[in-house]
Structures are given as structure tokens and as C-alpha cells.
């Protein structure tokens, strides 16, 4: 069966600090992976996906970026930290023929 | 930008109750879904309505969409104290396939009291 692994569940950063979450999925192959940030009550904003490994697409204009080095995990980096960036970022995957998404568990991200 | 849009933002019922939830979205869709979160946890898919489908049940959910007026109704009859959650619909413009993704509204938080 298939599951997603995301960590870790929480992090505190200093402004101006880097970052990297990693996202992996097991089970299956050639998934689509996206990102997506919440922040207390605006609901869950689409930050990146990908289709292949390499293939990156941006939703908004942003201190992130994101990278898939392999077909199955997904990072999100940033070289300097702000304090916008504090929020709870979830990793998620859909197969190819398949509409739902599947979530990872979240980090919740501090930004101090 | 927001797709779908949930009303009401709050709901406080109490056990055995049923509970309505609304969904209204701006553009085409091929599909809409509803996801429950459970605090600080992810998201967890609980159906999917098509475009050309008008009702759906899964157990105690029953989802109703009707694009005409760009709206969907998420019900959850004979509720629990375990329903307590937050519920999301998505829209999805593409259906499956490599460029699928899905739009969030803002959620509703449900509350069952005991």
C-alpha cells in the first residue's frame, strides 16, 4: 500500500535561517507531489507540484522553492527564512489516473 | 487565489444532529471533493462528486452539486463527537492527469458536543 512520510512534524527557525522538508512516498511510482502551505484561517494555498523529477511549477512568487531529485520525495527550501513564512506546510501525492490527493501529516513551521 | 468558498466558516451541533455544510466555487470544475482535518494533522479525503454527477452518499455522507449555481453541500447525518473536525472542499478544473491540481476553500470547523 501506499504511504507518504513527511518531517519533520514540527521546527523552529531563527529569521534568516535555511530550510529543507522532505517528503518522500512509497508504494507507488511517477506520482504527482505538491506542497501546500496553511496558515490560520485563509484554508490551504498551493506553493509547488510536480509531474517528473526535475519538474517544478510555482504557484506564487515566494521565498521558497522546491525540488524533486528523485521520483518519489519532494523538498522545500528556503536559503533565508522570514517571518511570513511561519505555517503548517503539507506535502501531498496523486497517482497519473487518479483524482484524490493523499497527505502527509504536516510541519508545522515557526518562524521566530 | 481561493476557489471554493465554505459557509458557514463555524458549526456547533450536538450529537445525533445532522449537519450541512456549503461550498461555493467561481469556475468550471471536472470534479469537486471534500476533505476533513482533524487538528494539526493532514488532510483526509472523504468523496468526490464529478461534474455530470448531482448526488453522492458514502455512509453517513451525502454530497450534492449543482453546477448551475457553482455549489455543493457537504451532510453529515446522525453526527458524532468524533465528526469534530475541519472540512475543505477542493475543486479540480482538470480531472486526472499530469497537470491536476486541486483549489482549497478555507474550511469550516465543525464542533459535535457530547
Known amino acids: 500500500s501506499q504511504t507518504i512520510h513527511q518531517w519533520p512534524a514540527t521546527l523552529v527557525q531563527p529569521v534568516g535561517s535555511p530550510l529543507s522538508l522532505e517528503c518522500t512516498v512509497e508504494?507507488?511510482?511517477?506520482?504527482?507531489l505538491y506542497w501546500y502551505r496553511q496558515a490560520a484561517g485563509r484554508g490551504l494555498q498551493l506553493l509547488f507540484y510536480?509531474?517528473?523529477?526535475?519538474?517544478i511549477s510555482s504557484e506564487v512568487p515566494q521565498n521558497l522553492s522546491a525540488s524533486r531529485p528523485q521520483d518519489r520525495q519532494f523538498i522545500l527550501s528556503s536559503k533565508k527564512l522570514l517571518l511570513s513564512d511561519s505555517g503548517f506546510y503539507l506535502c501531498?501525492?496523486?497517482?497519473?489516473?487518479?483524482?484524490?490527493?493523499?497527505f502527509g501529516s504536516g510541519t508545522q513551521l515557526s518562524v521566530l | 487565489s481561493q476557489q471554493g468558498e465554505e459557509d458557514p466558516q463555524a458549526l456547533s451541533i450536538q450529537e445525533g444532529e445532522n449537519a450541512t455544510m456549503n461550498c461555493s466555487y467561481k469556475?468550471?470544475?471536472?470534479?469537486l471533493q471534500w476533505y476533513r482535518q482533524n487538528s494539526g494533522r493532514g488532510l483526509v479525503h472523504l468523496i468526490l462528486?464529478?461534474?455530470?454527477?448531482r448526488e453522492k452518499h458514502s455512509g453517513r455522507l451525502r454530497v450534492t452539486l449543482d453546477t448551475s449555481k457553482k455549489s455543493s453541500s457537504l451532510l453529515i447525518t446522525a453526527s458524532r463527537a468524533a465528526d469534530t473536525a475541519s472540512y475543505f472542499c477542493?475543486?479540480?478544473?482538470?480531472?486526472?492527469?499530469?497537470?491536476?491540481?486541486?483549489?482549497f476553500g478555507k474550511g469550516i470547523t465543525l464542533s459535535v458536543r457530547p
Open positions: 469556475t468550471s470544475i471536472n470534479n
Open positions: 462528486i464529478r461534474s455530470n454527477e
Open positions: 501531498a501525492w496523486k497517482g497519473r489516473a487518479n483524482e484524490k490527493l493523499f
Open positions: 510536480s509531474v517528473g523529477i526535475g519538474q
Open positions: 508504494g507507488t511510482s511517477n506520482p504527482n
Open positions: 477542493a475543486t479540480d478544473a482538470t480531472g486526472a492527469g499530469a497537470n491536476s491540481k486541486l483549489t
